[in-house]
């Protein structure tokens, strides 16, 4: 079957740095999505990737081995803004997308 | 009005009403879809139209009937719910051309059910 499996929940310190990972097994993949949700609002892109490497876009950078099946989200210098859900979804070999159930970041001050 | 609205926001229903949810998406999509949303789990695709033909309807019970009468509109007609199909219900839509392509969501309809 598909599978995409990010941690449930993480905790940060204001300011700090926060890797978030995600593992997938899919069918084929053609590409790599981060998507950021706050609590009761919609989900809004951050990042694809589709070859190996790191993308950077600020203070959030993403990275995908696609050797691994893996693909981890890092976001520097964090604010308390940046609480929220981070879901991971990779799109299989029909352009399908396969969702994780999300990683709920916490940031303390 | 931007990007993908969606209407109600909040619904509370009883198991035995009729109810409809919309969403409009004012990008020039040509792809729309509905998504469950419960707590803890994945985002499970409902169903997805791409120039208003319906392209995936993923075991989704007939008491969920989809309608897209024109690429910026959808709708989602309820009755005879369960308590379990509570959750939160999101539309997406995507300008499909072949490719992988960022979806852009609404704010959801958090639904009841009585």
């Known amino acids: 079957g598909q599978n995409i499996d990010q941690p449930t929940e993480m905790t940060a310190t204001e300011g700090a740095i926060v890797q978030i990972n995600c593992t997938y097994q899919t069918s084929g993949f053609n590409g790599l999505f981060w998507y950021q949700q706050h609590a009761g609002e919609a989900p809004t892109f951050l990042s694809y990737?589709?070859l190996d490497g790191l993308e950077e876009k600020g203070r959030f950078s993403s990275f995908l081995s696609r050797s691994k099946g893996y693909s981890y989200l890092l976001l520097k210098e964090l604010q308390m803004k940046d609480s929220a859900s981070y879901l991971c979804?990779?799109?299989?070999?029909?352009?399908?997308?396969?969702w994780g159930a999300g990683t709920k970041l916490i940031i303390k001050p | 009005e931007t990007g993908v609205t969606q209407t109600p926001r909040h619904l509370v229903m009883g198991m035995t009403n009729k109810k409809s949810l919309k969403c409009e998406q004012h990008l020039g999509h040509n792809a729309m879809y509905w998504y469950k949303q419960s707590a803890k789990k994945p985002l499970e695709l409902m169903f997805v139209y791409n120039f208003k033909e319906q392209t995936e309807n993923n075991s989704v019970p007939s008491r969920f009937s989809p309608e897209c009468p024109n690429s910026s509109h959808l709708f989602l007609h309820l009755h005879t719910l369960q308590p379990e199909d509570s959750a939160l219900y999101l539309c997406?839509?995507?300008?499909?051309?072949?490719?992988?392509?960022?979806?852009?969501f609404g704010p959801g309809t958090r639904l009841t059910v009585t």
């Open positions: 979804a990779v799109t299989d070999s029909n352009y399908q997308l396969i």
């Open positions: 990737n589709v």
């Open positions: 997406a839509s995507s300008q499909e051309d072949g490719g992988s392509y960022e979806q852009y």
